[in-house]
């Protein structure tokens, strides 16, 4: 049986080993370390070519949701580790793993791809992670499965009292996001005023009518305070704007309110430079980790950092242009930059309306000040990670092509990552 290796503690692990395998150490082709076996994972191995790399996959779970990982790896000639990511020595280009047996094992790399997905938050709130059934792993699944179970039996025991049986059989739903709501029983707490407040207002307010007639009670712009046991508190704000302090008896409850970075991708961030971000670890376009050498990150653990695109755009421009002019300096910031492309596509339209009298610097300036706040970042979806995993793909298809010291070079001729949005799915139950 495999182990978990989450619940090894890193302060009994014994000495370092040298990874042992010897083509690994021959290094007779450059060596590509890829480290979760996500959505994003996966899709780099399975786009990715025989032979060109000498490839490790490390991960905590043997299995992806849907696919045995060792298939996979087969299928690609890549090597399967059962290890846990501890740490990574960037200027070393080593990772340092945990095997499932708690030995330190030090894998050296050429390229390094950081894979680990994320975690769910729990914002500090008291009692979450003790009492509370996430809703991330399969391990999850199964964990809401047994629970389910356990208490559909406990609560057709004739002894019990009504009381106690109503309170097993409350399921609380906290977070309502796509992925709260599919599971979504009895009750739904939900931070912000609707439910599936991502999509287009016409779904959020289809879904909480539907609800409704299900006898799914929704309660909106409620903050969990904490969670014990057998209750859970939370503040709700009423019309007029004061709040409420409630508490509901429960049987079982589900967070997945959102998603927080894992120990190890804190780690990373912390050694590294530039690396700001509260969730996830700054890529540039091209999902290169910023501050170090050889090395990208993808899908939930990753976020890709814009330059400022108003500033760069303004840097090239002058008093009294033309539209052909600036849409030429557009239509090269969204070629290095295409995660600009629906802000800058805004822009265009704008200028677009001056027809053939020229456009003043000042007017731009106000456009990008008003604006400014619309560059979203991408979604933690299976959606962008998978595109991200077929890109980081074909760029290392590329890069095995050539000798490792012109790879920079390469590298920068290489088309940036572009999104391609392919719409939003949310099953709402009934089919
Ligand atoms: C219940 C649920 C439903 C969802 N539904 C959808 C949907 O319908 N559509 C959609 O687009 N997205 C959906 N998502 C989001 C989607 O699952 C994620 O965006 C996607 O999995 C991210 O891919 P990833 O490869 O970045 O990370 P993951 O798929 O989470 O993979 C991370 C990998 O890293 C491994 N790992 C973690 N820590 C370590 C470590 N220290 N060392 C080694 N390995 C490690 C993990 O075992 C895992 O293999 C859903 C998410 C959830 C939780």
Known sequence: ?????????????????QFPWSSWETKKKPRLLILG?????????????KNQYETIVGTVEYRSLLEN?????????????????????????????????????????????????????????PGVKENVHFCKTIKDARNIRDK???????????????????????????????????????????GSAHILNTFDEKISEYAEERFKRQNIKVITQAFVQSVDQKSITYKVKKPDGSMETN???YGLCVWSTGIA??????????????????????????????????????????????????????????????????NSIINQVTEKHPQSHSFLSGLKEYIEGFGDSPIKLQELKTWFEKTAAKTTTLPATAQVAS???????KKLNKLGKYDSKDWENVEERFKNFRYNHLGNFSYVGGG
């Open 148 to 190: 389910l179970t356990t208490i559909f039996e406990k609560a057709s025991n004739p002894i019990i009292s009504e009381e106690e049986r109503q309170r097993l059989l409350t399921f609380v739903v906290v977070g309502g996001g796509p992925t709260g709501v599919r599971h979504v029983k009895v009750i739904l707490i939900q």
């Open 37 to 49: 076996t996500g959505w994003a994972s996966t899709t780099i191995l399975k786009n990715l070519k």
């Open 69 to 125: 990982t060792r298939k996979i790896c087969r299928h690609s000639g890549a090597h399967y580790f059962a290890a846990s990511a501890d740490d990574v020595d960037f200027d070393k280009k080593t990772v340092l793993a945990i095997d499932t047996d708690n030995n330190q094992v030090e894998i050296p790399y050429d390229k390094l791809v950081i894979a680990l997905g994320a975690r769910n938050e729990t914002y500090g709130i």
């Open 247 to 249: 508490v509901t008896d």
């Open 261 to 326: 970075m894992h120990e190890t991708t804190q780690k990373l961030s912390s050694k590294l430079t530039d690396q700001t971000h509260r969730r996830a670890l700054n890529v540039d376009s091209g999902l290169r980790l910023i501050g170090a050498k050889d090395a990208y990150a993808l899908g939930d653990c990753a976020t890709i950092v814009l330059p400022n695109i108003g500033d760069l755009i303004l840097s090239q421009c002058h008093e009294d242009m033309h539209v052909e002019e600036l």
């Open 1 to 17: 049986m495999q182990k978990s290796i989450s619940r090894i503690r890193y302060s009994t692990v014994p000495v370092v080993n």
């Open 387 to 393: 595109q991200q995993g077929y890109y980081l793909a």
